[in-house]
């Protein structure tokens, strides 16, 4: 594939167009360029060095699962995703990010992956965990 990193930016929307994964053959693409790719194909997410927020929602938007290669997603982008049910796709679970899911319903408290659970969570909702275990909240 020809490499068209001198090209104008019209000539590698078009390459993009033909191939979305092309994008990463092209060294610092505009925000335009990577939102045109992750349009055909969001997986071309992987591609893209250091996505703009705006790419990153757009890849996550189109399938949860996208959040897997974006390094450190913001607050928003985490929220997508588990909001499209991908809570598991979520390397680092912050504090902040699970607190605001078990603040959405009481019950996703189960939904967050065995080990990610901060500690500090764990004791302040243990009347949860341990209703849970006792059959009333499932």
Do not use: T
């Not at 090209?7 to 693409?29: D, G, T, V, W």
């Not at 969001?42 to 938007?61: F, G, M, Q, T, W």
């Amino acid at each position: 594939m020809e490499i068209l990193n001198d090209a104008s930016e019209e000539k590698q929307l078009i390459a993009i167009k033909k191939h979305e994964f092309y994008i990463q053959n092209i060294k610092n693409p505009s925000e335009k360029l990577c939102l045109a790719s992750i349009k055909k194909d969001a997986r071309s997410i992987h591609y893209i060095n250091d996505p703009s927020e705006k790419v990153c929602l757009a890849a996550v938007r189109q399938n949860g699962y996208n959040i897997e290669y974006i390094d450190n997603p913001s607050i928003d982008v985490q929220k997508l995703a588990i909001q499209k049910g991908y809570i598991d796709n979520i390397l680092i679970l912050s504090k902040e990010i699970q607190e605001w899911f078990i603040n959405q319903n009481p019950v996703n408290i189960l939904k967050i992956p065995k080990g990610k659970l901060d500690p500090e969570l764990a004791i302040k909702y243990n009347h949860l965990i341990n209703m849970s275990r006792a059959g009333i909240l499932n």
